[in-house]
């Protein structure tokens, strides 16, 4: 790959992290109102550097997720993604199921599924999840957040870009 095309994937890493940390003003959402606050919580040292995954629903949901890579994929080397999945606080979820996809060139190793039940008011969950890169280049993983509380269900899709080198 040459350096042009290095910079090239670069300049739309950039482009996708800048999108990500956009912000927007909090939506209703079918499960509950988001109430604004002026206060802002203290930073999770072990959170400060993740990554949002980019979903289409906005910022403000039942769950949110964030993604960190410990190191860039490589082809053909496996490469452990910490995902954290945050719920809403206030918010009295009964049910979760997290389902991945990989675009081609990506190979799932791990569990493609990953069940919550009757997870503790506003809790975060920890999962790892073990790819392997087949070809280098822009590659997605697609993590679908299902959602269930009280007599309410709701999908929410995500994405989680990862540029693989040679």
Known sequence: MGCATLTRWGVVLIAVVQLCACGRDPPQTALGTHQASKAHAV???????????????????????????????????????????????????????????????????SNRSIEFEAPAVGATQHMVVDLRARQDGLLNLTATVLVDAGNTSLTRNFSIPLIATP
């Open 43 to 109: 930073a999770d040292p072990d959170q400060a550097d993740l990554v949002s995954a980019v979903s289409s629903a906005g910022s403000v949901d039942p769950v949110n997720l964030k993604f960190r890579v410990p190191e860039p994929p490589r082809v053909g080397q496996p490469v452990h993604v910490q995902l954290v999945l945050e719920q809403q606080q206030g918010l009295d979820i009964t049910h979760m199921l997290v389902s991945l996809q990989a675009q081609d060139g990506l190979d799932i190793e």
